[in-house]
């Protein structure tokens, strides 16, 4: 499969513990985002990488997260201190530049589920 | 700012019924629109989208969706469902002044009896 990846699948973590996400984008695309859904909810934009460069960031996204694509390739997702309502799903999504209309589009991975207990 | 409001959370109806979710969006600019559907255990994947020309789009597997720039909608329809059209349908815009973020509605869950 050469989609997007999203590892791990599932994450319990206790309140107060740091969490890391990993996603690895299809290796074409050069643009790479994290969106994060909560049940009934649509994906919520969270930030947005162009190669390496965080490009946008989401004013609800507190400074607990962070996020990083270090090479313009995989990218990590960080939360520090984890509260209960951090739980949710968190999806990432990449896609080309959208040079032509053809590239926008959005390749999601299967998401990370957090549940912080 | 950007935001999508799809007007029903459930729809329940039998295969060969037709279908129509709604959407609307609040954007003052220029926008481009799609709709994006997730079968049950898979990924979001991408149904079919607009950004300019004839407001009729079409997308995959017999759906398409009208732009009424007027109503601020891009409603969704398919003339004849089938069982495997169950999933949940997320309408979603993206500003062309609102840089490179897509505001997605809080989807709609489909269930298609047999």
């Known amino acids: 499969d050469t989609g997007v990846s999203q590892d791990p699948r599932h994450k319990i973590t206790k309140r107060g513990q740091n969490v890391t996400f990993r996603c690895d984008p299809i290796?074409?695309?050069?643009?790479l985002y994290w969106y994060r859904q909560t049940l009934g909810q649509g994906p919520e934009f969270l930030t947005y990488?162009?190669?390496?460069?965080?490009?946008?960031k989401s004013r609800l996204l507190s400074d607990r997260f962070s996020a990083e694509r270090p090479k313009g390739s995989f990218s990590t997702l960080e939360i520090q201190r984890t509260e209960q309502g951090d739980s949710a799903m968190y999806l990432c999504?990449?896609?080309?530049?959208?040079?032509?209309?053809?590239?926008?589009?959005?390749?999601f991975g299967s998401g990370t589920q957090l549940s912080v207990l | 700012a950007q935001s999508v409001s799809q007007h029903n959370h459930h729809v329940i109806l039998s295969e060969a019924a037709s279908l129509e979710l709604g959407c609307n969006y609040s954007?003052?600019?220029?926008?481009?629109l799609f709709w994006y559907v997730q079968y049950p255990g898979q990924h979001l994947q991408l149904l079919l989208k607009?950004?300019?020309?004839?407001?009729l789009v079409k997308g995959i597997k017999g759906f398409e969706a009208e732009f009424i720039k007027s109503k601020f909608s891009f409603n969704l329809r398919k003339p004849s469902v089938q069982w495997s059209d169950t999933a949940e349908y997320f309408c979603?815009?993206?500003?062309?002044?609102?840089?490179?973020?897509?505001?997605f509605g809080g989807g709609t869950r489909v269930l298609v009896k047999p």
């Open positions: 990488f162009q190669n390496e460069a965080q490009l946008e």
């Open positions: 290796s074409e695309h050069n643009r």
């Open positions: 954007y003052g600019g220029t926008v481009n």
């Open positions: 979603a815009v993206k500003g062309k002044a609102a840089g490179n973020k897509l505001t």
């Open positions: 607009y950004f300019s020309g004839d407001p």
């Open positions: 999504a990449s896609s080309m530049s959208p040079w032509t209309v053809d590239n926008e589009k959005l390749f």
